[in-house]
């Protein structure tokens, strides 16, 4: 099995790239952020504790996520590899991903998509989202027709709170800290890709690295 675990700044592309990725070589993508909803929408015992602490503002434990992700993990879904998105987030997490890992024979890759500061709020902060059904637009790489409406259903568009460049540079401050030690306990194997470039091009780079690894990866038709 294959684990492909993508880290990096909010704005860094990963929720794109891990979607391209997970096409590419046909492996189920996971997002954490998705796992949470998942399970609270359908209302299952791990989802009915989280909801507990999502509905007090509280973040959700590590405990609650580490065994939403097991249960993924052991699922069908999971055939010849996964990628992750959003996971881990700290060295708790990342231990019982190795854990997993090692009982599994995994082989992982794990990809830390590094984005300047000035690429990360032009890309936040150029983001507007429909006031209606949630169409995502930007404006730069995505614009609508109109910058005020959306071209689906002619709501209308509004930035975020927290894609203000203000909110974008205090997201980054706590990421940096939040981050700093998982990515020293990964720093032996952690392979940085440039993510300023065209998505792409960091695409590509990240096949480069993963295919020169490990040649006899499985591919996606």
Do not use: H, K, T
């Given at each position: 099995m294959i684990t492909i675990i993508l880290l990096g700044p909010p704005g860094a592309g990963k929720g794109t790239q891990a979607k391209d990725l997970a096409k590419e070589f046909q492996f189920l993508h996971i997002s954490t952020g998705d796992l949470l909803r998942e399970n609270v929408k359908r209302n299952s015992p791990l989802g009915l504790k989280a909801k507990e602490f999502m509905e007090h503002g509280e973040l959700v434990p590590d405990k609650l996520v580490d065994e939403m992700l097991l249960e993924k993990l052991n699922?069908?879904?999971?055939?010849?590899?996964f990628v992750l998105d959003g996971y881990p987030r700290n060295v708790s997490q990342a231990k019982f991903l190795d854990n997993f890992l090692k009982q599994n024979n995994s082989k992982s890759f794990i990809l830390y998509l590094d984005t300047s500061e000035d690429t990360i709020i032009e890309r936040l902060s150029g983001r507007r989202i429909c006031s209606n059904c949630q169409a995502i637009y930007h404006l730069k790489n995505m614009p609508p027709k109109?910058?005020?409406?959306?071209?689906?259903?002619g709501g209308r568009l509004y930035q975020r709170s927290d894609d203000r460049e203000e909110t974008i540079k205090n997201r980054l401050l706590v990421y940096i800290k939040e981050t700093?030690?998982?990515?020293?306990?990964y720093k032996d194997r952690l392979v940085r890709i440039n993510a300023n470039d065209d998505k792409d091009i960091v695409f590509g780079n990240m096949l480069k690295v993963i295919k020169n690894d490990y040649s006899e990866i499985p591919r996606g038709n």
């Open positions: 699922s069908p879904q999971v055939n010849n590899g109109n910058p005020l409406y959306c071209d689906i259903c700093a030690p998982l990515l020293e306990y």
